[in-house]
């Protein structure tokens, strides 16, 4: 299993970074499967399923000359959990706000009225690649995760700005729609495995989400047989069998010498090495697999970047209210939304992580590889995205959530060579804070608000992120 490193990402050291599968920056590799697998039984994956319902013009609740107001009245739907604002235009921002309020799942409770956070173009793919050329990208606000509900109210009004010839209205995006996703329904708890909350910086034992062919879930960690995979679940798992068994819901952690002692058996064939290269210890990863992705909705193929220089921590704008075994389901709604609402070719972050310190893996492509994501607009080369799912401008994080992303970092970074207390440079793809083109000197861990203008990754995350490179440092022992 140690040779994965000379063979799928290189040898990460001081002197040099060799990765003899490195693929050049914006190239899309074709899905690493044995196609051979394309006839086993096709079984279905955790369902799920997304409404998508016009807004109407709410023209009797607004006083003549006021600015455009769209959204829908009180009604029911069917069940969902998650919900967004997605227009035609994936350059037209929504000036204005967006406000809901939902009825919980069988009762006749409503909500308060809650609002989405409109300003999203920041996340997302960079500007003239192929998947933001695509056609199919949207406009959107963020997702909100709302529970289990059967019932939404929702209300869109314009801002109204003043230009020099005085007052104006400003229009709202055209084809404006409300998303409501269902992720599926959440997998029993196998035997053995917790949902309460940790002590910090301890995960929990969070249930995989990818039922075995008689209905029930596989233990943590365990091999799903081959054929209970789709070609497609082959693909995503294939390119992590460096690290489990194809079909695994999990890959397990190392301790820091067992992460080392692969490093060093790699650097034996690469001459240039001069000495061992910081790392990590490699945390537990919650697999694709593990936390129900359904591979058909993404693009077949993977898309890579030259390297990982940097991270950048964002917060995932869908509220705190959610428990640690729900999390799957947050993710999955969140996929969903990436990929069948907002248009985009996968999951746009690289790693998310709960507020319970589970580490999930996110766009597919493998988790020791440079996945490029779609996470921070103008730097998405050469960089990975994390997303502690949950807001954090006015919340604090768990301290086992930030524990997490220092010890993903020390890990991942570590493979590429690189220090988490550094600094790093990065060419912008272009963003409203620096330019296409410009060269930019960023922390090596980097707060989302460090590329572009935005409130991402929340107030309170943000100022975690200096202890943060500390802890990852150490890790690495630095």
Not at 150 to 171: C, F, K, M, Y
Not at 464 to 478: C, E, I, M, P, V
Request: with cysteine; charged share 20%.
């Amino acid at each position: 299993m140690r040779a994965y490193l000379a063979t799928s990402i290189g040898v990460a050291c001081t002197a040099a970074l060799v990765l003899p599968l490195s693929i050049p920056p914006g190239a899309v590799a074709a899905p690493q499967a044995a196609t051979s697998r394309s006839t086993a039984p096709q079984t279905t994956a955790v369902p799920g399923s997304t409404q998508s319902l016009p807004l109407s013009d709410l023209a009797s609740r607004r006083s003549p000359g006021a600015a455009p107001e769209r959204g829908l009245a009180r009604r029911g739907v069917s069940p969902f959990s998650l919900l967004g604002v997605v227009w035609d235009d994936a350059d037209a921002e929504l000036h204005g706000s967006v406000q809901v309020r939902t009825r919980e799942l069988g009762t006749h409770d409503w909500s308060d009225w809650q609002r989405l956070e409109t300003h999203s173009q920041e996340h997302g793919a960079d500007l003239g690649t192929k998947e933001r050329d695509s056609g199919t990208v949207r406009g959107a606000t963020d997702p909100l995760w709302v529970g289990g509900s059967d019932g939404v109210e929702i209300r869109v009004r314009a801002t109204e700005r003043l230009d020099e010839s005085g007052p104006s209205r400003s229009l709202l995006p055209q084809g404006l729609r409300l998303e409501l996703v269902d992720p599926g329904k959440e997998p029993p708890v196998p035997t053995g495995t917790t949902a309460g909350s940790p002590a910090a910086g301890s995960p929990v034992a969070v249930p995989p989400a990818g039922g075995s062919p008689a209905g029930g879930s596989p233990a943590a960690g365990e091999r799903v047989p081959a054929a209970a995979m789709t070609a497609e679940d082959a693909a995503s798992s294939a390119v992590n069998a460096e690290f489990a068994e194809l079909g695994a819901t999990e890959i397990t952690a190392q301790s820091k010498a067992e992460t080392e002692a692969d490093l060093a058996e790699a650097a034996e064939s690469d001459q240039s090495a001069a000495r061992r290269p910081y790392i990590g210890p490699r945390p537990r990863i919650i697999t694709r697999r593990g936390w129900g992705a359904d591979e058909r909705l993404r693009e077949k193929q993977f898309g890579y970047t030259k390297t990982v220089k940097a991270a950048f921590v964002h917060h995932s704008g869908t509220g705190n209210n959610y428990s640690c075994r729900q999390s799957p389901s947050v993710l999955r709604g969140i996929y969903r939304y990436h990929v069948k609402s907002s248009g985009w070719r996968d999951l746009g972050y690289n790693f998310a992580i709960d507020k319970c310190g589970n580490i999930y893996e996110g766009r597919a492509g493998g988790v020791a590889r440079p996945v490029q994501g779609a996470h921070t607009l103008g730097f998405n080369k050469n960089s990975m995205g994390i997303a502690v799912l949950g807001t954090y401008s006015g919340s604090n994080p768990r301290a086992a959530a930030t524990t997490a992303v220092a010890r993903l970092t020390a890990w991942k970074l570590g493979l590429h060579g690189i220090n988490p207390r550094g600094k790093v440079r990065l060419t912008s793809g272009g963003s409203n804070k620096y330019k296409k083109g410009a060269r930019v000197r960023l922390n090596a861990i980097s707060g989302h608000r460090d590329g572009f203008v935005t409130d991402c990754p929340g107030a309170r995350l943000y100022r975690k992120l200096g202890t943060t490179r500390t802890s990852s440092a150490r890790y690495q022992g630095r």
